[in-house]
Structure formats: structure tokens, C-alpha cells
């Protein structure tokens, strides 16, 4: 599934966008208010009310189970519908309705599809976990119980029947909040028969027809940024912190991104490719990102960076950058180890109409996180985790490591020059989060949704993209179609090859 992302520009552009794809979970709240309603939705109940009484543990209705005095796990139940289960812990909060009695307890059971016994076609029941009360009280208690991992992801079908047990006294147990990890898998309108079984050929529990590697147990989805074979740009000034000849062509490269995730939604790897199409610049700038928030043992392994050795850069054995608190890539050492001038010469590059032209080059990084099902020692990072401003990207000027060049109102790394803020014509604030803004706003590093025609050499962007200011100035809101309206721009001093 693919997620078209509304096209922008700098300072406002979504850094990463993705297709969220969530295993079921099966809930039961009791504030439907009646539990024929659950009936009808293929849950079962014997001896089991909802009462409303002044012991609900949460909302307005709690079940209650008979009074317990038989210790057999078919006397008092609620039982699921049909599932698929996956990974994970069966939950639900419990209480006594009263200090009476002496063993109480819950037992957890699973119950298997069984073709061969209509009309329920239930196998028998087999229990895997109980819980008991060591003490008589009415607190209330958060019990749980991990699905057997002979059942999880297992593409069978099952009923997990939970049973209310004890002896002695005239106490009940009231309970509420159940959570069942798994997908739901009855059918209410063929009598709470089981679905259809869709195939899943690695029994991942996601079928076959929803999974982009279904021969693949660790992987299941694909989200692409902006969208599958389609590149966004980003274009930098690298005389920061003055200002320049504001061309935005001192690096400019095309970007985008496949992130794969597995059936849980944790990030197993993220693919980019950057196109650096090219360097108006006679400085050796290098090419990076941050992932804001990330952790950078939470990633296994980097490869495909294009870093000579003997670099200004110092990179740990996973291959992020040493010393950041963020996960940090050096995705490019030099960008003219990747893009050569053609003779050799040691001007720019692709900015000047009528020069000698050097193809494209596109560097492949990828991140690994989770290597055969393993995560890095930081923990699986879920791709929610990879929000709209995670992806910072940045250049290193001429090899000095501490000046970076961000987007507006992007934080620079661990290991920038912060005592070159406010210097020149930087009207950077850090006290209130505004980085790399001229007083009039202007940034020194623009993104646009679409592959950016950038000026030539040495002519101002504002004099090539006329409503740029305007837009600037509006905060995203007026001509957001700056950069592709013809009506909006200059040809004359945009770069083009024949």
C-alpha cells in the first residue's frame, strides 16, 4: 500500500512517510451496555453477567462471573470468537466482590478448530495458564498470560476461553478489560463460523495477499518516501553562516526511501537512495542525516556510505557516526568522490549551462535494524517512531566537521559549531528552537516534494523562483506551487542540460 504525501516545500515537507499496518487486537470493554451484543459478535458467556454495580473496575460495566464455588474450568467462562493469535499477552483487571471464600483463581485455556464436531466445531479445551489469589482481598489486579508459542502466528484458528474458579465463600470475580492479541476470525453472519483461511506461506500472520515478502517470516510491509520510484530534492548554500551568492546549487541531490517493516511494525531496514545531480561549489562538502530521536544502537549495521578512509569522520562499528546522541549517517564523505568533474577540473559541477555535463550518481545507504528477527541492543524502533521531522538532513562544509547546514529550524548534531550561530547573516535562536533563518527568514537549505530545477551559477534563487519570499514570509500557506508554477519562475537563470 502506498500513501501519496501532499506536496510542499522546505521547513514544512513530511521527512518520512509511511503506511501504518497493525496486527489485531481483540478488546472487550463491557460498555456495550449488553452483552447480547457480544453474543452476537461471536462471544461466548456461561455464568458470566454484566453488572454496573459500585465495583466496576472501569467505565460503566464490568463482568461478573457466578458465584465461585467450583474449581472446574467449564463452570464459569467468557470465551473468544474465533482467532487467528498472535504474539504476546493475553490481559484483563480482576476483583473479588467480596473478602469470602478460600481458593480463587483464573484459568486460561485455548480451544482448536475441529472440523470433525459440528455444531460448535470446538476441540477440547486444553489449559496452558491460571492465576490465583494468594491473598482474599478486593484489590484490583492486572493479570496476564503469554500466548503459547506453539499458537502464536501460527495461521491456525482457535478460542481462548477464560474461566473464573473456587471454593468456598459466596464471593464472584468481577473482571473487565480484556486484550487478546491476535485477528479476529469469526463470521457473524454464517453462525460465528470461522473465515475463510487465507494463505500465509511463512506463517508471519500476515496473508499472503496484504504481505510484500511472503516467503519471509521477519518482513511483511513496504512504505515508500515521497512514493515508490520518485525523488524529492534537497539544496544547500554552503557559505553559511553568511549568506552567499544564494544559488542553491552548492550540493544538490535527490533523495528517497523504502522502509520495510515486519509484522509487528518494527522497522527492519530503510533503504534510501540520495542522487547527487550537483555541487556548485568549489569546497569539498560532505552529505549526512540524523534520525531525531533514534537511538543509535538501535540500528545493526550501515552500508553502502561512501566515506574514504582517512575522512574527518570518526564512525562506529554499526556504522553511525561516533559521538552522536541521535542515530547520525555519513551517507557522503566528499561529494566529489561520488560526482567527478569531467577532465578533472576543480570547478563546480552540472551548474553552468554549456559546461561539460557529469551524469547523476546514486549512492544506496541502508540501515538495518533488526538482522533475522534480532534487533540492535537499543531495542526494535516501531515506525511510528519515525514521525514527520525525523529525517535531518545536512551538509559538512569544505570537511570541517563542526559547521553544518540543516534545514530551517532543524537542530544541528551532537557534534556542530554551536558558536557559529547568530554570526554573519545567521539569525539563528536556540533558545526558541530557530536555526540556519536570515532576519528576513530566508534558509539555507531548501526541500521540495518534487526533483528541484536549481538556479545557475551564482544567480540567486529569489531572482530564479519569484514568489519564494512570498511563500517564506506566509509560512507555507501562499503559492505552496512556488517551485513548479512556470507563472512563479525565471528560466533564464535556471540550470538545464540539453
Known amino acids: 500500500m502506498k500513501k501519496l504525501v501532499a506536496k510542499t516545500g522546505m521547513l514544512l515537507i513530511i521527512g518520512l512517510s509511511f503506511s501504518i499496518h497493525s496486527k489485531a487486537q481483540l478488546t472487550l470493554n463491557c460498555e456495550s451496555g449488553n452483552i447480547s451484543t457480544e453474543i452476537n459478535a461471536c462471544w461466548g458467556f456461561l455464568g458470566v453477567s454484566y453488572v454496573n454495580t459500585a465495583q466496576v473496575i472501569s467505565g460503566n460495566l464490568s463482568t461478573q462471573s457466578s458465584q465461585l464455588t467450583n474449581p472446574a474450568p467449564d463452570a464459569s467462562w467468557i470465551k473468544t470468537p474465533w482467532m487467528k493469535l498472535g504474539t504476546g499477552n493475553i490481559s484483563l483487571k480482576a476483583r473479588l466482590s467480596e473478602v469470602s471464600g478460600t481458593n480463587r483463581g483464573i484459568i486460561f485455556s485455548y480451544i482448536a478448530y475441529d472440523s470433525l464436531h459440528p455444531p460448535y466445531y470446538e476441540s477440547t479445551a486444553v489449559v496452558f495458564d491460571s492465576s490465583t489469589w494468594n491473598s482474599i482481598n478486593t484489590d484490583i489486579k492486572t493479570l496476564t498470560s503469554a500466548i503459547p508459542l506453539l499458537l502464536a502466528n501460527s495461521n491456525q484458528i482457535y478460542k481462548i476461553r477464560i474461566s473464573f474458579v473456587g471454593?468456598?465463600?459466596?464471593?464472584?470475580?468481577?473482571?473487565?478489560?480484556?486484550?487478546?492479541?491476535?485477528?479476529?476470525?469469526?463470521?457473524?453472519?454464517?453462525?460465528?463460523?470461522?473465515?475463510?483461511?487465507l494463505q500465509d506461506a511463512d506463517n508471519d500472520g500476515v496473508e499472503d495477499s496484504q504481505d510484500a515478502f511472503p516467503n519471509d517470516p521477519y518482513k511483511a510491509y513496504k512504505s515508500y518516501f515521497p512514493i515508490e520510484n520518485h525523488f524529492s530534492t534537497?539544496?544547500?548554500?554552503?557559505?553559511?553562516?553568511?549568506?552567499?551568492?544564494?544559488?542553491?546549487?552548492?550540493?544538490?541531490?535527490?533523495y528517497n526511501s523504502l522502509i520495510v517493516t515486519n509484522p509487528e511494525n518494527q522497522v527492519v531496514e530503510i533503504n534510501y537512495q540520495f542522487k547527487v545531480r550537483a555541487t556548485g561549489a568549489s569546497f569539498r562538502n560532505g552529505f549526512g542525516f540524523e534520525l531525531i530521536n533514534i537511538n543509535p544502537n538501535a540500528i545493526r549495521s550501515v552500508t553502502g556510505s561512501n566515506i574514504k578512509i582517512g575522512s574527518v569522520y570518526s564512525i562506529a562499528s554499526n556504522g553511525t557516526e561516533n559521538g552522536q546522541a541521535n542515530a547520525c549517517i555519513i551517507a557522503i564523505g566528499n561529494v566529489y568522490d561520488v560526482l567527478a568533474y569531467p577532465g578533472g577540473s576543480v570547478g563546480g559541477i552540472n551548474t553552468t549551462i554549456g559546461a561539460p555535463y557529469a551524469t547523476p550518481q546514486i549512492v544506496n545507504v541502508k540501515l538495518s535494524f533488526i538482522v533475522n528477527g534480532?534487533?540492535?541492543?537499543?531495542?526494535?524502533?516501531?515506525?511510528?517512531?519515525?514521525?514527520?521531522?525525523?529525517?535531518?538532513?545536512?551538509?559538512?562544509?569544505?570537511?570541517?566537521?563542526?559547521?553544518?547546514?540543516?534545514?530551517?529550524?532543524?537542530?544541528?548534531?551532537?557534534?556542530?559549531?554551536?558558536?557559529?550561530?547568530?554570526?554573519?547573516?545567521?539569525?539563528?535562536?536556540?533558545?526558541?528552537?530557530?536555526?540556519?533563518?536570515?532576519?528576513?527568514?530566508?534558509?539555507?537549505?531548501?526541500?521540495?516534494?518534487?526533483?528541484?530545477?536549481?538556479?545557475?551559477?551564482?544567480?540567486?534563487?529569489?531572482?530564479?523562483?519569484?514568489?519564494?519570499?512570498?511563500?517564506?514570509?506566509?509560512?507555507?500557506?501562499?503559492?505552496?506551487?512556488?517551485?513548479?508554477?512556470p507563472n512563479y519562475r525565471d528560466n533564464t537563470f535556471i540550470y538545464s542540460h540539453p
Open 234 to 254: 534537497l539544496a544547500f548554500e554552503d557559505l553559511w553562516p553568511a549568506k552567499g551568492d544564494y544559488d542553491f546549487n552548492d550540493v544538490v541531490v535527490d
Open 167 to 197: 471454593t468456598g465463600g459466596n464471593s464472584s470475580i468481577i473482571a473487565d478489560n480484556f486484550q487478546i492479541p491476535g485477528n479476529y476470525w469469526s463470521n457473524p453472519a454464517e453462525n460465528c463460523m470461522p473465515l475463510a483461511s
Open 374 to 485: 534480532v534487533p540492535g541492543t537499543a531495542g526494535p524502533i516501531n515506525i511510528s517512531q519515525l514521525g514527520s521531522n525525523t529525517f535531518n538532513p545536512f551538509i559538512i562544509v569544505n570537511q570541517i566537521r563542526g559547521k553544518e547546514v540543516h534545514l530551517s529550524d532543524y537542530k544541528p548534531t551532537t557534534l556542530a559549531n554551536l558558536s557559529l550561530f547568530g554570526t554573519l547573516q545567521d539569525d539563528s535562536n536556540l533558545g526558541i528552537g530557530r536555526y540556519y533563518r536570515t532576519k528576513t527568514n530566508l534558509p539555507w537549505a531548501i526541500r521540495t516534494y518534487e526533483s528541484f530545477q536549481y538556479p545557475i551559477e551564482k544567480a540567486d534563487v529569489t531572482s530564479a523562483y519569484l514568489k519564494l519570499i512570498d511563500w517564506v514570509i506566509s509560512n507555507g500557506t501562499l503559492f505552496y506551487d512556488w517551485d513548479t508554477n
